[in-house]
């Protein structure tokens, strides 16, 4: 049975500020791409994959195979759970939410044995209270869509997130960001999906995500997964 995790409120205070980078669902190219361009700065990422898409299309492009999630965990990077089935909390029921969740669950353990997935994203930033108490009872966090930094208390299962979408946010808004973060010295969290020359609305150009990176590293932020970060800013405020 899984473990229920705690999900109380903790005081966030760093040190110095925390970024961190995710890819939901994941196309391909957020590996072959973007997890590219993350080794070039020496930086890991979260991928939370849907298990429907092994060996299929998501929506915006070719989805992962079982050699990316083997790639994925050979390069440091942290996987993550966003359902089996790319579920929407408002419009399935909590049963077959946490249902789907297990058997995103069970997919890992058969194909990647000894592989530890404890972090979660809420589909389409679906956050109901079903399915926050559905993931408190399957990750140590979980993370939305809902805008900001993780400063003051932290809600580990409704982490704040940021898009990071080149077609729709300018690069500006991304960089005014991680400079806000800078002087909160809080956890920033951006997500993204396809990473490509021509990205769907949902993703990101090359440039953008590597001028995000270079911003992200000059602001002198610890950019890490988001389970790695999470352990730091809890040990930070115990």
């Known amino acids: ?93 909590p049963g077959a939410y946490e249902a789907s969740i297990r058997r995103n669950g069970e997919a890992f353990a058969r194909l990647l044995p000894g592989v530890l997935v404890e972090s979660f994203a809420y589909p389409y930033g679906a956050c109901t209270e079903g399915a926050m108490a559905a993931a408190r009872r399957h990750s140590r966090s979980a993370r939305g869509t809902r805008g900001g930094m993780n400063v003051g208390v932290l809600e ?26 800078r002087d909160a010295r809080g956890w920033l969290i951006f997500y993204a999906h396809d990473i490509d020359a021509s990205p769907s609305p949902f993703g990101c150009h090359p440039e953008y995500l590597r001028d995000a990176l270079a911003a992200a590293i000059e602001s002198g932020a610890a950019v890490l997964p988001v389970g790695s970060a999470l352990t730091l800013v809890v040990s930070s405020a115990e």
């Open 1 to 93: 049975m899984p473990t229920p995790h705690d999900s109380r409120g903790r005081a966030v205070s760093l040190s110095r500020p925390v970024v961190s980078f995710c890819f939901d669902d994941f196309p391909r190219s957020a590996l072959l791409q973007g997890g590219r361009m993350l080794d070039a700065v020496g930086v890991r990422a979260t991928y939370y994959a849907a298990m429907r898409f092994l060996n299929d299309a998501t929506d915006f492009s070719d989805g992962f195979t079982l050699a990316d999630l083997e790639e994925l965990i050979a390069q440091g990077h942290e996987l993550g759970c966003h359902t089996f089935d790319h579920l929407d909390a408002t419009t399935t029921e």
């Open 156 to 181: 580990r299962h409704e982490l704040r997130a940021n898009k990071l979408y080149s077609e729709r946010v300018p690069l500006q808004i991304t960089q005014e960001l991680i400079r806000e973060n």
